[in-house]
């Protein structure tokens, strides 16, 4: 009796869990069901209007149109620097004296000796008008002379060079060094930076894949982390017609209005605009793959190919093969073939009538 009674309750227990794997068997086939005849999930996203801008992306530096570089040209102490830094100076100012000791000790003796050839030519000079003695001695002497001459201007010439002066007029933009330092040393070849503050340009690099598509006058939007609230205006002036092969860049100067917040040294990124777009139908760059997009028709993908004008990093311009209401696949989706089951799950941009 109590055999029947454990092998009932065993069965019942046995179909009660049947019972449960197949209501769940159900509910997977249900949701597997319910999956296919949906599709996958998609986002969509239809043509709007606007403006669409092609770009070239460079980086570049703030600097004046006429400036120059005050240098040593030899390794030397530094024993006088002006205090001139955003003054104004004149063309041939002395703004760095280097150490001279040594050279005008050379002077000194150069300036001796020339004097007493000088001396011994013109006693021979006497000699010679009184034929006490021969010509080619005093011819001799006068050599020495010139030879001497020569030597003294050449000394000065060698210390007047550490007389580091002001090589146009403007204003003292910088200067680096102090009393005592050696300058002539590499690092610290340059010191003073001499310009006039305005105009002012961008001096940036560009490309070498992107350079036929730069020309002078084309618009330029400027950014700065200091200036980040809007893009700050220039204008292509003109380009260096020889690349940097080691760089693979060439060199694009670009004109900074009069009113510019941009200051001498400060460093940009621009973006050349090479192309424009006013009022155009535009749909999102990841949409496209190639000229292809994938539409959405009766929850069914459909792969179209259509003709692109002006394509962007963010938006890209439609010229041809897109009805303004068509519904894209937005990124597009490698995985989905044409012929795909989709649902959208929401809509991005309503574009409007042409």
């Not at 084309?218 to 893009?231: M, N, V």
């Not at 999102?284 to 793959?289: C, D, F, G, H, V």
């Not at 963010?314 to 894209?328: N, S």
Request: aromatic share 4%; with cysteine.
């Amino acid at each position: 009796m109590d055999m029947s009674r454990g092998l009932r309750s065993a069965l019942a227990k046995s179909h009660v869990r049947n019972a449960a794997l197949l209501v769940a068997g159900l509910v997977v086939a249900a949701a597997v069901w319910l999956y296919l005849s949906r599709g996958v999930e998609v986002k969509v996203a239809i043509p709007v209007r606007g403006d669409a801008a092609a770009v070239v992306y460079a980086t570049g530096n703030v600097e004046p149109v006429n400036w120059a570089k005050v240098a040593a040209l030899q390794r030397k102490r530094i024993v006088e620097i002006c205090r001139c830094e955003g003054q104004p100076v004149r063309k041939g100012d002395i703004l760095v004296r280097l150490d001279d000791d040594e050279e005008r000790a050379v002077l000194t003796e150069l300036e001796a000796r020339l004097a007493r050839y000088r001396d011994d030519a013109e006693r021979l000079r006497g000699l010679v008008e009184r034929n006490v003695t021969a010509r080619t001695a005093l011819d001799e002497k006068l050599t020495q002379v010139r030879e001497y001459e020569a030597k003294v201007v050449a000394q000065k010439d060698r210390i007047d060079i550490l007389q580091l002066k002001a090589p146009m007029d403007g204003v003292v933009l910088r200067r680096d060094g102090e009393v005592g330092e050696i300058a002539g040393t590499g690092v610290s070849d340059v010191l003073m930076w001499v310009g006039q503050p305005t105009p002012l340009r961008v001096v940036a690099e560009v490309n070498e894949d992107d350079i036929l598509r730069i020309k002078a006058g084309q618009k330029t939007l400027l950014r700065h982390e200091g200036h980040a609230s809007s893009p700050l205006l220039a204008t292509v002036a003109s380009l260096t017609p020889k690349g940097d092969p080691q760089t693979k860049t060439f060199r694009v100067y670009l004109e900074l209005p009069p009113d510019t917040p941009l200051r001498i040294g400060m460093s940009v990124e621009a973006n050349i605009v090479v192309a424009e777009a006013r009022n155009a139908w535009l749909i999102p760059t990841e949409a496209l793959s190639g000229n292809v997009v994938q539409t959405v028709e009766n929850d069914r993908i459909r792969l179209l190919e259509i003709e692109t004008g002006i394509r962007g990093t963010r938006m890209t311009e439609i010229v041809g093969g897109l009805a303004p209401a068509t519904r894209l696949v937005s990124p597009f989706k490698p995985q989905l073939r044409d012929g795909a089951r989709v649902f959208a799950s929401d809509a991005i941009g309503k574009g409007n009538a042409p």
